[in-house]
């Protein structure tokens, strides 16, 4: 099983080395070189797409530790963006590695696709709204009686137009992903996204974790070639499900940031910055979920 280490919580990175090229919701991102950049994910949380002022402790490494794992399993299946270069050799101060320890990856500098890859095996979330209203998710007709949290007959793509920063990323039909990204690239990254839901679906369900849905991003490198890119199958970007409480008619619990969510809701708070502080139960109840889905995916 991956580890995690007991260092304090991370909310910012700060690297004197390196110049900082982009912040996140979650991570960091520094340059390396013409070929490399340097990936810190914090241990920021965001709900409703406002960054929270509290982290979340151990966060961050699992993040990382669940997407190494990730791709480390499917390299078969797709290239990664990650590279052969480690934190060691890119970051010479001893002090600021150990603040990167288990929470930074090095990657090739690939062109990210402007889509997200969204794959859903189960009814739930905007899908379920949707289906609710027009008995089809993102125009795919779905049979009639389906409850909330029901498996699907199969798993949809249904991708998504990435956002600016502070907007809801759009669901948008496959002819519209053609027009952003190519026939070729478009048909190559559906089927991709497929493949890997349901290798990770099966693996997921034998460690009794339900993989409800998930999101990938891709890149192409500079012969055009499609990769994998940012994370892969986190909690963060995955609805993961506990086979044992889970049931159809209502949202299951989940080992995500939902009970973040369900916490904010019970408040008078209108979903715009600041963000309210989080109490200490649950930030340690956060954790303890991240936690426990790196160890049953990774044992």
Not at 24 to 33: L, Q
Request: charged share 25%.
């Amino acid at each position: 099983m991956q580890q995690v280490s007991q260092s304090a919580p991370l909310f910012e990175s700060q690297l004197r080395g390196l110049k900082k090229i982009h912040q996140g919701k979650v991570r960091d991102i520094y340059d390396v070189d013409a070929e490399h950049l340097l990936i810190v994910t914090t241990d920021r949380l965001s709900a409703f797409d406002v960054v929270l002022p509290d982290p979340i402790p151990f966060k961050g490494e699992v993040l990382t530790q669940i997407s190494l794992f990730w791709f480390a399993k499917t390299q078969h299946m797709i290239a990664n963006h990650l590279s052969a270069l480690q934190v060691e050799d890119v970051v010479a101060d001893s002090r600021e590695r150990q603040q990167l320890a288990g929470r930074a990856m090095v990657v090739k500098k690939l062109q990210a696709l402007p889509i997200e890859a969204v794959v859903r095996g189960y009814l739930i979330g905007s899908g379920f709204k949707d289906y609710r209203l027009h008995g089809s998710v993102c125009g795919i007709d779905l049979p009639a009686g389906l409850q909330m949290a029901d498996r699907l007959p199969e798993p949809l793509f249904t991708p998504a137009s990435k956002a600016p920063a502070g907007r809801h990323d759009e669901n948008i039909d496959f002819d519209a992903m053609v027009a952003l990204i190519g026939r070729e690239h478009a048909g190559e990254v559906r089927r991709i996204a497929l493949d890997i839901y349901k290798f990770a679906a099966e693996h997921a369900r034998a460690r009794q974790i339900i993989i409800a849905d998930t999101k990938f991003e891709f890149g192409v490198d500079k012969a055009g070639r499609l990769m994998l890119i940012d994370e892969a199958l986190t909690p963060d970007s995955s609805r993961f499900w506990p086979m044992a409480s889970y049931k159809t008619g209502i949202s299951p619990p989940s080992f995500d940031k939902q009970f973040v969510r369900d916490y904010l809701e019970s408040l008078h708070w209108n979903k715009k910055p600041p963000a309210p502080h989080l109490p200490q139960d649950v930030l340690a109840r956060t954790s303890d979920n991240y936690r426990e889905a790196l160890r049953l995916l990774t044992a």
